[in-house]
């Protein structure tokens, strides 16, 4: 059954969830809409869902060997179908209710054409939750992904929440982080003028913060 977190909520299971993974020496970073809640501090905003990604060093721990050594290292967690693949869900206990709050998890191999998954170069933010440290990506690495997926999505729901979370990033990204330097990419500038297509409000902040000669010049 599909149902949204409260912020406590959200806080416990990226909490639990970041723990698991540190107990299993898995580096991290948590993204989408779990970040996007937890850093934008907007009550309007909100997610069912965890997701993040994973570096693959040489162990070879991979997104489908993380997803084995969850479910076998706690009965926190159990697997589930999503889109006929399995994944891990953390089983949140609210009173005498459990909820299965799903994560989908990202590594950089199969997605060559994703280098931002590369947590070696991507920035990133470490946030105290239920006295643990969860490292997300940077509002500044998000706002940029949100803009280049609320392009490819275009006007759909989806498309439309992407854009509304870019700008919940914009007003917290740092323009001297590199993910705010669009020179040079086609793509981005692309992406860009679709964002503003969309939310001309937030022009002035673009210009702000945002790097990219081709649209901003």
């Not at 009173?95 to 998890?105: A, F, H, K, P």
């Not at 498309?159 to 870019?166: E, L, N, R, T, W």
């Not at 086609?186 to 702000?208: G, I």
Request: aromatic share 8%; proline share 5%; with cysteine.
């Amino acid at each position: 059954m599909s149902y949204y977190l409260t912020i406590e909520q959200l806080h416990c299971a990226v909490a639990a969830i970041a723990k698991a993974l540190d107990q299993l020496n898995i580096d991290y970073a948590v993204m989408g809409g779990a970040a996007v809640c937890i850093m934008g501090s907007d009550p309007q905003r909100t997610t069912e869902d965890v997701d993040s990604v994973i570096h693959v060093d040489e162990r070879n721990i991979t997104a489908d060997k993380a997803t084995d050594l969850l479910l076998k290292s706690s009965d926190d967690f159990i697997d589930v179908s999503r889109y006929g693949h399995v994944i891990p869900a953390y089983r949140l206990v609210i009173g005498d209710v459990e909820r299965l709050v799903q994560m989908e998890i990202f590594d950089l191999p199969p997605w060559p054409r994703r280098p931002q998954y590369d947590l070696t170069t991507a920035t990133r933010r470490n946030i105290t939750l239920q006295g643990h440290k969860v490292k997300f990506f940077s509002p500044e690495w998000i706002f940029r992904e949100k803009v280049c997926s609320g392009h490819q999505r275009g006007g759909s729901a989806k498309g439309m929440q992407d854009v509304g979370d870019a700008v919940r990033m914009l007003r917290l990204a740092d323009p001297s982080a590199p993910e705010m330097d669009f020179t040079g990419r086609e793509e981005l500038a692309e992406a860009l003028k679709f964002f503003l297509s969309k939310r001309p409000d937030a022009q002035s902040l673009v210009r702000q913060k945002v790097k990219c000669d081709a649209i901003l010049n």
